[in-house]
């Protein structure tokens, strides 16, 4: 099959979704990614604005109308027919399979989206047991987790979490060390917060990842390309 045109995946914590709107609008005209990874969605029940040519595939609001948290996933209209929501019923974490080709052959890939909060420790238990159903697994959200090893500018204990399930788990980080995603606007201080992170069995599908440009948020996109094809390789 003609692998010229990967399957491309965009993370941004939004920092609010309908704050954000009119860029990431303008944004995703422009990057014109197959699915689409939203956290902080901050809608809290709200009927989601929508984005031309994608539909949502996968949501999850915070209950009891908590501040902030909340997470999304938008596909292209093409590849919606070929995408199964298959989210846990936790807080802040969305997932979908998505039937992909790649040189092996026809794949199932599964995306899960996470938002992890400063204050609460890595689900590392879930990550685990999406891994273990899923062999192609994108993992890929604001994790809130520092470690000097994957470019951090200092180490916490949900950076040594984070590093124990990589290497546990045999996971490729895919971001660049050298990529900052989040703007620290107290410090000045640029650091990585969003990670994307693939399992082993995907090493040879993977064809590049970078930061995107600023939309509005305090965080910036991150963008992963596969050399696999969608349903709908537009």
């Not at 420790?121 to 047991?129: G, Q």
């Not at 891994?131 to 500018?153: E, K, M, Q, T």
């Amino acid at each position: 099959p003609n692998m010229q045109k990967p399957l491309h995946v965009v993370h941004l914590n939004v920092n609010g979704l309908r704050t954000r709107h009119s860029e990431l609008l303008v944004y995703i005209q422009e990057t014109k990614p197959c699915v689409l990874c939203l956290n902080e969605t901050k809608l809290r029940g709200t009927t989601p604005p929508p984005i031309p040519g994608y539909v949502t595939v996968a949501r999850r609001d915070r209950a009891n109308g908590s501040e902030g948290g909340g997470v999304m996933i938008y596909v292209r209209l093409g590849l919606a027919p070929h995408t199964i929501d298959i989210s846990p019923d936790v807080v802040d974490v969305v997932a979908v399979t998505i039937n992909a080709l790649s040189s092996a052959g026809n794949a199932k890939l599964a995306i899960i989206s996470i938002y992890s909060p400063p204050q609460l420790n890595l689900d590392s238990v879930l990550l685990e047991s999406f891994l273990s159903l899923y062999p192609n697994c994108v993992i890929i959200g604001d994790l809130n987790a520092r470690h000097v090893y994957f470019g951090c500018r200092k180490t916490c204990n949900k950076g040594r979490a984070l590093l124990s399930l990589v290497e546990d788990s045999n996971l490729v980080v895919a971001n660049s060390p050298d990529c900052p995603t989040f703007n620290n606007y107290i410090n000045g201080k640029p650091d990585i917060l969003d990670y994307c992170l693939l399992s082993d069995s995907m090493k040879s599908s993977f064809s590049d990842c970078w930061v995107g440009w600023d939309v509005g948020s305090d965080h910036l996109p991150l963008h992963l390309g596969l050399n696999m094809l969608g349903a709908d390789p537009v």
